[in-house]
């Protein structure tokens, strides 16, 4: 079994910073992909960044310049640095991750998610 656990959320003050962590852990093959998710309420999941296992970055355009992805390889873990929030940055947040698991053998990647954590930001 394949189990990503977030930590990091809560509630912060309009400008101010919080960082997200996301561990992959259990039967773990390789990892492609992974990446932070977001959902508000009454609106659909969407993408806020996502990184490479060698590195490459993407980000929705209303996080860039203000939330930073980064990984650690070595640990399976994912980060969501965070910036100047905003309001609107008021969201459950989900890890995801591409993942190719040992057991059950597979050839291609799975995705799986996190439980999600809310991050709320006040004005």
């Known amino acids: 079994q394949v189990q990503l656990v977030e930590s990091g959320g809560g509630l912060v003050q309009a400008g101010g910073s919080l960082r997200l962590s996301c561990a992959a852990s259990?039967?773990?093959?390789?990892?492609?992909?992974m990446g932070w998710y977001r959902q508000a309420p009454g609106k659909q999941r969407e993408l806020v960044a996502s990184?490479?296992?060698?590195?490459?970055?993407n980000y929705a355009d209303s996080v860039k310049g203000r939330f930073t992805i980064s990984n650690n390889n070595a640990k399976n873990t994912v980060y969501l640095q965070m910036n100047s929030l905003k309001p609107e940055d008021t969201a459950v947040y989900y890890c995801?991750?591409?993942?190719?698991?040992?057991?059950?053998?597979?050839?291609?990647?799975?995705?799986?998610w996190g439980q999600g954590t809310q991050i709320t930001v006040s004005s």
């Open positions: 259990g039967s773990i093959f390789s990892i492609s992909d």
């Open positions: 995801n991750a591409a993942i190719r698991p040992i057991y059950p053998p597979r050839a291609d990647f799975q995705t799986y």
């Open positions: 990184i490479s296992s060698y590195g490459r970055t």
